[in-house]
C-alpha cells in the first residue's frame, strides 16, 4: 500500500531490554516483523557505535528477512558507512551520535561540515540509499542538507514533545509552528520531508497534519505503550491518529 504519510517503526528498545540481560530475548527482528503486520510502512533501526541495543546480527538480519523497507540510522564514520554500504539499506538516516547520550540529543549540524558530508554521503547515494539527514527545524541546516545532495531531512521533534510533556504551551506551540514552516521550506527545496522524536498519542497529531511530510518515525513511545497493550496494537492507534490528522 502506498500512503501519502508512512509510519516508520523503531525498534531499538526492544534490543536495549534484550541486552539488559545479555538474552537473546526478546528480538527486535521479531518486533519488526509485527510492526510490519500491525501496519508498519518501515523499520527504523540504528546501529550505534558502542551498540548499545542493536547489534550488527541485527542488522544483517532485517535486511535479509524484512519486506518493507529498512531506515538504517547511522553516525557519520567510516565504520558505519563502510556498513550501510555492504547491506545497502533502502534507506540511510545520518544522526549525531555522542557515547555518553542516554538518546540522540537535537539535530545533525550540518552547515558547518557540509564538505565532509558531502563527500560521506555521496558513496551511499551512488549504492543506492535514499539518504536522510536528521536537523533540527533550522532554516541554515535546511539549505545546507539539500546542498550537500540530500534526498531527505528528518525534522526532530523533541523540543516540541518535551515542552508538551512539561506543560510549557505557548512554547510548545511556537515550536510546533517553526515545525510547520521549516517543513514547509524544505519541501519547497524539493527535499522529502520526514518528522520524529518524542512522538506519542498526545503529539502526533498536529506534526502528522503537515501536508508536506511524508514519513513520521516513531519508537520508544511504542516500545513502551506495547507493555501495556501489546505492539501490534500500539501500532494501530498510532496509525489511526496519524490518519485522522492526515485527514
Known sequence: MTRDLRLGVNIDHVATVRNARG???????????????????????????????????????????????????????????????????????????????????GGLEVAKQENRLAHFIAPLADAGCRVSIFIAADRAQIEAANRIGAAVVELHTGAYCDLHAEGEFEARDAELERLRDMAAFAHSLGL????????????????????????????????????????????????????????
Open 23 to 105: 538474552s537473546a530475548y526478546p528480538d527486535p527482528v521479531r518486533a519488526a516483523k509485527l510492526a510490519e503486520e500491525a501496519g508498519a510502512d518501515g523499520i527504523t533501526a540504528h546501529l550505534r557505535e558502542d551498540r548499545r541495543h542493536i547489534g550488527d546480527q541485527d542488522i544483517e538480519r532485517l535486511v535479509a528477512e524484512l519486506s518493507v523497507p529498512l531506515n538504517f540510522e547511522m553516525a557519520a564514520t567510516d565504520e558505519m558507512q563502510a556498513i550501510a554500504l555492504r547491506h545497502k539499506p533502502h534507506a540511510v538516516c545520518i544522526v549525531p551520535e555522542k557515547r555518553q547520550e542516554v538518546t540522540t540529543e
Open 192 to 247: 522529502e520531508v520526514h518528522a520524529g522524536h518524542g512522538l506519542t498519542y498526545d503529539t502526533v497529531g498536529p506534526v502528522a497534519a503537515f501536508p508536506e511530510v511524508r514519513e513520521l518515525n516513531i519508537g520508544h513511545f511504542l516500545i513502551g505503550e506495547a507493555i501495556f497493550r501489546g505492539l501490534p496494537d500500539s501500532i494501530r492507534e498510532m496509525r489511526r491518529l496519524m490518519d485522522a490528522a492526515r485527514a
